[in-house]
């Protein structure tokens, strides 16, 4: 049985699409073109230009088997000004052993002036944060000391002594030698510092 011959005008698997010189960047004067072989037979390429005075092509032509690829490096000679035009090339695909032509494809070559822009920013890329200089150490968290508690005991104790004097004062009305009358008070007044000790020594035994 006779193998199958390739099919005519095979689509050309040849990329970039078009390749950008930039005038005022060197490492744009050298580019990659690469060549696919996608089908299941064995290729021939080559590799033609508009203006072949301009190029110096790696390898123009040769042999790919199937299922490979070739990277060919293009080198732009003739970066001027006056040269900022557009330029093609175009890739042609043979059947090996006939050289029978099965597709070609063409690429622009465009020079520009400048230098490339630059590259669009990753939304998923991370960066440092800027520093504006605010010490963390600076900030402090007031806590409560043994000082304050200190503090808080002296206050309880004297209110807790002076409901313990009004307490022992003498009830008004009452007859109590050496004592004088505006020092007895009502029992009302009592209740209040009876009240007070209480709360007083709630909070003393809290702290």
């Keep these: 049985m ?23 960047d060197p490492s744009t004067h050298k580019r990659t073109m690469s060549v696919y072989n996608p089908y299941n037979f064995t290729i021939r390429f080559k590799v033609l230009c508009t203006a072949p005075s301009k190029y110096v092509v790696c390898d123009p032509e040769g042999t790919l088997r199937p299922n490979c690829y070739m990277d060919l490096s293009l080198r732009h000679i003739a970066l001027t000004p006056k040269n900022c035009m557009v330029d093609k090339f175009r890739v042609l695909l043979y059947e090996r052993s006939s050289m029978q032509l099965l597709g070609k494809k063409e690429i622009e070559s ?39 508690n200190r503090d808080t005991n002296y206050v309880a104790l004297l209110a807790g002594l002076v409901c313990i004097g009004g307490l022992l004062l003498p009830n008004e009305g009452e007859q109590m030698y050496g004592i004088p009358s505006y020092l007895h008070i009502s029992s009302h007044i009592k209740l209040v510092f009876s009240f007070v000790l209480g709360m007083v020594t709630i909070i003393v035994l809290r702290l």
Excluded: M, R
């Design 110 to 148: 465009v020079v520009v002036k400048g230098i490339p822009p630059p590259p669009p920013k990753d939304p998923e890329s991370f960066e440092q944060l800027e520093n504006t200089g605010t010490n963390p150490k600076s900030f402090t968290i007031v806590t409560p000391t043994k000082s304050s």
């Design 2 to 24: 006779a193998p199958t011959s390739p099919l005519i005008q095979a689509p050309v698997f040849a990329f970039p699409n078009v390749i950008t010189f930039y005038l005022d």
